[in-house]
């Protein structure tokens, strides 16, 4: 089953067949145990992927936290286990493949298998006009956040069917959608596209200026300041798509959450300090995004990896 889980206020065109609503409340309850379940959540010790460690582990998984610092993993740990939580933690640079197979042989040696992989890790190098990008950008974008997530999804797949199946994540972004547009000379029209409300021109306005003067700090004159990093977030939309079909006979699952713009260290860079809503062109069809902090986020990893239909 493929399903795409995006943020509350996100309107967009889900991965396939359903958008679920994340603001918690009645998906809460449904919510099925995963006591047994071992779980491996890449860049798992702050942000997205330590809500994600979290989640799971709250529901009775054992879950297993990887950072490239050990101090971060040592960090995780300790709160997890504060938390009541089965935790294992180790260095893992996903974009080594040593690293990746040392993270998926430790997990089986003590874990005693895989059940559940949550592909969190991403970089993003580079910011400004995507035509001055080098190949040693893309290089490192592609290798860490597309390349090394589908070769830990085929290093961790013999041990799903092993255990009868599994459950793969992607995480992607709304950038996988629409890349995040900054346009210093133009005032985008698009954004007013079927909205005549003044108060709401107004708004639009004032949310355009803050982002000229506060978008990662710098004037901009290109129109996709991340552009490769939102190629990359569209390409796991396609892997998923396409892992999907092939792994549902093993009985493994391979769905896609599509994060908006969330309160954590990595989106430091894109966050705007003074508002807590952005409008994007395009496929967002001006919707407008709460900015979520990653715990809130962290809750639809538990409904994803379960058997339950919705």
Request: hydrophobic share 40%; net charge positive.
């Given at each position: 089953m493929l399903r795409c889980f995006v943020s509350r206020s996100l309107l967009t065109n889900p991965v396939a067949g359903q958008t679920r609503n994340m603001s918690g409340g009645s998906l809460a309850g449904?919510?099925?145990?995963?006591?047994g379940k071992v779980a491996i959540v890449t860049a798992s010790t702050d942000g997205i992927g330590l809500a994600a460690a979290q989640a799971l582990g709250q529901r009775g998984a054992h879950v297993v936290v990887s950072s490239r610092s050990?101090?971060?993993?040592?960090?995780?740990?300790?709160?997890?286990?504060?938390?009541?939580?089965?935790?294992?933690?180790?260095?893992?640079n996903v974009g080594?493949?040593?690293?990746?197979?040392?993270?998926?042989?430790?997990?089986?040696?003590?874990?005693?298998?895989?059940?559940?992989?949550?592909?969190?890790?991403?970089?993003?190098?580079?910011?400004?006009?995507?035509?001055d990008s080098t190949a040693a950008v893309w290089d490192k974008i592609l290798d860490v956040n597309v390349k090394a997530a589908f070769l830990m999804t085929q290093l961790v797949v013999p041990h799903m069917e092993k255990r009868g199946g599994g459950s793969v994540v992607f995480v992607s972004s709304v950038a996988g959608y629409q890349p995040m547009q900054v346009s210093s000379?133009?005032?985008?029209?698009e954004w007013l596209s079927g909205r005549?409300?003044?108060?709401?021109?107004?708004?639009?306005?004032?949310?355009?200026?803050?982002?000229?003067?506060y978008f990662f700090n710098v004037t901009?004159?290109?129109?996709?300041?991340?552009?490769?990093?939102?190629?990359?977030?569209?390409?796991?939309?396609?892997?998923?798509?396409?892992?999907?079909?092939?792994?549902?006979?093993?009985?493994?699952?391979?769905?896609?959450?599509?994060?908006?713009?969330?309160?954590?260290?990595f989106s430091q860079a894109v966050r705007i300090p003074s508002l807590s809503i952005v409008i994007f062109t395009g496929l967002l069809s001006s919707s407008?995004?709460?900015?979520?902090?990653?715990?809130?986020?962290?809750?639809?990893?538990?409904?994803?990896?379960?058997n339950r239909s919705f």
């Open positions: 449904s919510q099925s145990s995963l006591a050990q101090s971060n993993v040592d960090k995780a740990v300790a709160l997890l286990q504060s938390e009541k939580i089965q935790v294992t933690g180790t260095t893992c080594k493949s040593e690293d990746r197979e040392r993270l998926v042989n430790m997990t089986v040696e003590h874990c005693g298998g895989i059940d559940i992989l949550v592909s969190n890790a991403a970089v993003n190098p580079f910011f400004g006009n995507i035509m000379s133009d005032f985008p029209s005549s409300s003044q108060n709401l021109f107004l708004c639009v306005v004032l949310i355009y200026i803050s982002m000229k003067k901009f004159d290109s129109p996709q300041a991340l552009g490769p990093y939102s190629v990359s977030k569209t390409a796991l939309l396609g892997l998923t798509r396409a892992l999907a079909p092939e792994l549902a006979q093993s009985h493994i699952r391979v769905n896609c959450v599509a994060p908006g713009i969330i309160k954590t260290r407008l995004l709460t900015l979520y902090f990653y715990h809130s986020f962290g809750c639809c990893f538990p409904i994803i990896h379960t």
